[in-house]
């Protein structure tokens, strides 16, 4: 039987300490002298909501951090989170043109943090609801991409209603990213600069395709940011094993109890290699296992996982095996032992390349089983919708609009890239507030 962490709380604390810890006044200050200031920055190009970054840090380089937070906010309301959690590396950091002036980018994602902290920290409050405009949208998940969109659409003058299915807001931003990128208390600080716009939010409030077509009928226009569903399947034998989870059930207990209840494994195996995959296995060792193993199906050329996040896998001593198929769960008397796997060639290029058998079989001793195979949208809701259109799993959308094909049905969010990162996810919500605008005002 699984038990909870033999680590103590003093240990879990240090363990689940900041990532990467923020920045002093000074050590701010002295970053943001760093910068070039570049015209038209490449930064800003790379940031998917275009936060003005030289202008932000030119604002914390004359020690005004709430106006450098302002015009982060403007752009991205979970700017606070983003600077946490999203890969400036491969975004603004990797756009930097310090990066081959200097051979090291502005740390762009800490100042982020330092600014949009001083104003969390503070309750500084920098915009307010616009004139009543008579319209009222209903919000179907209360994630990045839909309070995004909320938080525009207040702005705009129009009445919002957000439907939450949990008894928390702010889905896998507050629950599925492990808690030493974003704590649940942050990740839930942050939200009230968006509740603070008069947002009337419903918990407990799950919406099946009957009750959107409900919901169509009683709101002058939907935004629908449900996110992903469950983990996919496995079907291999064992998979309701005890001892076998689901990563997100993982990460998750780490946010809704305390560390020291969290369960955990002695030994560990990850199967899969995204970021999720990422998160599960180094939360499980800073849990207290003994040993985490991540296998991948694939190599590491073609792992989902951004490159960092590797780093930091191998840096908190997490073993990869690579080209293993999982084949079955292996249990003795109800209780996993072990994963066994299928060695695999990879026959082809990148990950349209075919898997094929070699013959050879590997067996993974565990006690613990994290299934981390990414999530299967949520798009029965749409289904018997005419006029609204999937694709490979996604739901299509107008890019400019964020309009589906169903008139006053709106989208955004992980239900259409399949699980992309928070700045996304705003992104789409803020595309799809302008969209959702310019419908009511053609209803007049």
């Not at 199967?271 to 296992?289: F, S």
Request: charged share 25%; net charge negative; hydrophobic share 40%.
């Amino acid at each position: 039987m699984l038990e909870k962490t033999r680590l103590s709380p003093e240990q879990l604390a240090k363990n689940f300490a900041d990532l990467h810890p923020p920045f002093s006044r000074d050590e701010a200050v002295t970053e943001a002298a760093r910068c070039l200031f570049c015209y038209d920055a490449p930064c800003t190009r790379a940031c998917p909501t275009g936060i003005d970054v030289p202008r932000f840090i030119r604002q914390i380089l004359h020690d005004n951090p709430a106006a450098a937070a302002e015009t982060i906010f403007a752009e991205n309301i979970f700017g606070g989170s983003c600077a946490r959690a999203c890969p400036t590396e491969v975004l603004c950091e990797g756009a930097c043109v310090d990066r081959s002036l200097l051979k090291e980018p502005v740390e762009i994602g800490r100042l982020q943090r330092y600014a949009t902290d001083y104003a969390t920290d503070r309750e500084i409050r920098f915009f307010e609801p616009g004139e009543d405009t008579g319209k009222r949208v209903a919000i179907v998940g209360s994630g990045p991409a839909g309070l995004s969109c909320a938080h525009e659409l207040r702005k705009m003058g129009h009445a919002v209603t957000v439907f939450e299915a949990r008894d928390v807001p702010g889905g896998l931003n507050t629950l599925g990213i492990s808690p030493y990128k974003i704590t649940t208390d942050f990740a839930l600080r942050e939200l009230e600069q968006i509740f603070d716009m008069d947002i009337d939010i419903r918990y407990n409030e799950f919406v099946d395709g009957d009750r959107l077509k409900s919901l169509l009928q009683e709101y002058d226009a939907i935004f629908l940011g449900v996110g992903l569903g469950a983990t996919a399947k496995l079907n291999i034998p064992g998979e309701t094993l005890d001892g076998v989870w689901e990563a997100l059930d993982f990460i998750f207990q780490a946010h809704t109890g305390p560390l020291e209840d969290c369960i955990v494994g002695r030994n560990v195996v990850v199967i899969g290699a995204g970021n999720t995959a990422i998160d599960a296995a180094t939360q499980a060792v800073r849990l207290g296992a003994e040993h985490v193993t991540i296998a991948y199906r694939r190599t590491a050329d073609e792992m989902s996982a951004f490159a960092y996040e590797y780093e930091i896998a191998k840096a908190d001593g997490v073993k990869f095996v690579w080209q293993a198929q999982p084949e079955q769960f292996l249990e003795e008397a109800g209780r996993l032992t072990a994963v066994l796997f299928e060695q695999v060639r990879l026959q082809g290029v990148g990950r349209d390349a075919r898997l094929v058998e070699t013959g050879n079989e590997l067996v993974i001793s565990c006690d613990m089983a994290i299934k981390a195979l990414g999530q299967v949208p949520i798009l029965g809701l749409v289904s018997s919708f005419n006029g609204a259109t999937v694709e490979k799993g996604r739901l299509i959308v107008n890019a400019e609009t964020g309009a589906t094909g169903v008139p006053g049905l709106f989208a955004g969010g992980d239900c259409l890239s399949k699980g992309a990162e928070i700045v996304d996810a705003v992104q789409e919500g803020k595309v799809a507030a302008k969209g959702i605008d310019g419908f009511l005002l053609s209803q007049e």
